[in-house]
């Protein structure tokens, strides 16, 4: 069974940055497959924000475009997501997770199948 682990998550002011991080334990290679980050903040549905899949391939929703960058490393297998420019709005718990997808790559939580325990980014004006 995959388990995946968030970290990096914390306060910050508006315009500041975080480097999230999420890392496996299990066998399956992230490599193989699509990842994505999500994020809910209280009261609303969980939120896609960007994939990655297993050819490198990026998609970002339009709200974190430009400011959000998703990464992973094959050797030690490891996903990650750089904030930069965070604003208020973005506060919510974010989330990693896989999909049994290893292209085209789901934007909503439905394909995917593994996921972390979340990390808390919260964004103070």
């Known amino acids: 069974q995959v388990q995946l682990v968030e970290s990096g998550g914390g306060s910050v002011q508006a315009g500041g940055s975080l480097r999230l991080t999420c890392t496996k334990s299990g066998y399956t290679e992230y490599s193989n497959y699509c990842m994505a980050w999500f994020r809910q903040a209280p009261g609303k549905e969980r939120e896609g924000l960007t994939t990655?899949?297993?050819?490198?391939?990026?998609w970002y929703i339009d709200s974190v475009k430009g400011r959000f960058t998703i990464s992973k490393d094959n050797d030690p297998n490891t996903l990650y997501l750089q904030m930069n420019d965070l604003k208020p709005e973005d506060t919510a718990i974010y989330y990693c997770a896989r999909s049994f997808r290893r292209r085209l790559c789901a934007r909503t939580t439905e394909e995917y199948v593994n996921w972390g325990q979340g990390t808390q980014v919260t964004v103070s004006s």
């Open positions: 990655i899949d297993a050819d490198g391939r990026t």
